[in-house]
């Protein structure tokens, strides 16, 4: 199967900077698109960025200038760089692969990495 593991997320002072890496492991053909997102205590999940295999990227207003989504395609790792933070980014931060190839899989899979917490205190 696949696995997407997340590290990099700690404690971090507001202004400050963290660099998140989310490795995917497994018998990977390739993954058409990877994410991030996070969820923060009595919210629901929300995007934070995406990146295709072409590298196009796309962000939501709240980090967009802050965050910044980049991939290596070769090691199956998607990163998030994340300066100028705040408290209210704040949250359990997840991985996600869509539209991933497995070998002898039927059709693309979906997954989803268990999260790394991300705090910013004021």
């Known amino acids: 199967q696949v696995q997407l593991v997340e590290s990099g997320g700690g404690l971090v002072q507001a202004g400050g900077s963290l660099r998140l890496s989310c490795a995917a492991s497994g018998s990977i053909l390739s993954i058409n698109t990877m994410a991030w997102y996070r969820q923060a205590p009595g919210n629901e999940r929300e995007l934070v960025a995406t990146?295709?295999?072409?590298?196009?990227?796309n962000y939501p207003d709240s980090v967009k200038g802050r965050f910044t989504v980049s991939r290596d395609n070769t090691e199956n790792t998607v990163y998030l760089q994340m300066n100028s933070l705040k408290p209210e980014d704040t949250a359990v931060y997840y991985c996600?692969?869509?539209?991933?190839?497995?070998?002898?899989?039927?059709?693309?899979?979906?997954?989803w990495g268990k999260g790394t917490l991300v705090t910013v205190s004021s």
């Open positions: 996600y692969a869509g539209g991933v190839a497995v070998y002898q899989a039927p059709h693309v899979l979906n997954f």
């Open positions: 990146i295709t295999s072409g590298g196009s990227t």
